[in-house]
């Protein structure tokens, strides 16, 4: 079982930058690849980023690539995802989630998943 607790999230201008973590319970974290998921109203839940069991590979949805940067401290139990040049259109509550798969960007994949954090960012 894997417990997961987001924060970090806000309200930030265009152009700001945010870092949300993620800190999970138990000792298996460093076991399972790690990802961040977001969902804003009306919409479907979209990959976001995800990072590998030991921190080696990392993958990106395109419309974050290069703004974004997904890393973890497997000695902090703790997954962050680094967000720059914030656009109106990463308003969505996030997610971190843990699976027992290499990486992977599909959401079925995920078993636990945290209860999100608010990311405004406003014009």
């Known amino acids: 079982q894997v417990q997961l607790v987001e924060s970090g999230g806000g309200l930030v201008q265009v152009g700001g930058s945010l870092r949300l973590s993620c800190v999970a319970s138990g000792r298996t974290f460093s076991l399972y690849a790690m990802g961040w998921f977001r969902q804003a109203p009306g919409k479907e839940r979209e990959f976001v980023a995800s990072i590998s069991a030991n921190g080696g590979s990392t993958t990106y949805a395109d419309s974050v690539k290069g703004r974004f940067t997904i890393s973890r401290d497997n000695a902090k139990n703790t997954v962050f995802l680094e967000m720059n040049s914030l656009k109106p259109e990463d308003t969505a509550v996030y997610y971190c989630?843990?699976?027992?798969?290499?990486?992977?960007?599909?959401?079925?994949?995920?078993?636990?998943w945290g209860q999100g954090t608010q990311v405004t960012v406003s014009s």
């Open positions: 989630a843990a699976t027992a798969y290499i990486l992977s960007t599909s959401s079925q994949h995920y078993r636990y």
